[in-house]
């Protein structure tokens, strides 16, 4: 169901955080340097989204939701200020298999 993080009869939300060094070429296909950065995952075992949606879940205004129930801002807000801090975020899903999304933002390295 379009909305929804997880089905009524429950399910499973796991959050991760580490740090991770992303090289030339990670760093590049994500559009950051190369470099040390705090790696947060949120991933739950829901429904999954299309793609025809997840394509579109970060641009501002675009939701699933009725009118009166939200305005389509939270995850392009997200986004944007995780971009303002140097980060990026990603979302992965498909249909019955989940959501994951990945948000990395720039430490300094560890003297």
Do not use: C, W
């Amino acid at each position: 169901m379009p909305g929804r993080a997880l089905t009524k009869g429950g399910g499973t939300l796991t959050v991760a955080l580490d740090r991770v060094t992303l090289n030339e070429e990670d760093a590049a296909s994500l559009s950051l340097s190369a470099g040390h950065y705090i790696r947060i995952r949120v991933a739950d075992t829901g429904p999954g989204i299309p793609p025809e949606i997840l394509s579109r879940v970060f641009d501002p205004f675009f939701t699933t939701k009725a009118p009166d129930k939200g305005t389509g801002l939270g995850l392009s807000i997200s986004r944007s200020i995780v971009e303002q801090m140097g980060g990026s975020i990603r979302m992965q899903s498909a249909p019955g298999e989940g959501t994951t999304v990945t948000i990395l933002l720039p430490v300094e390295p560890e003297a």
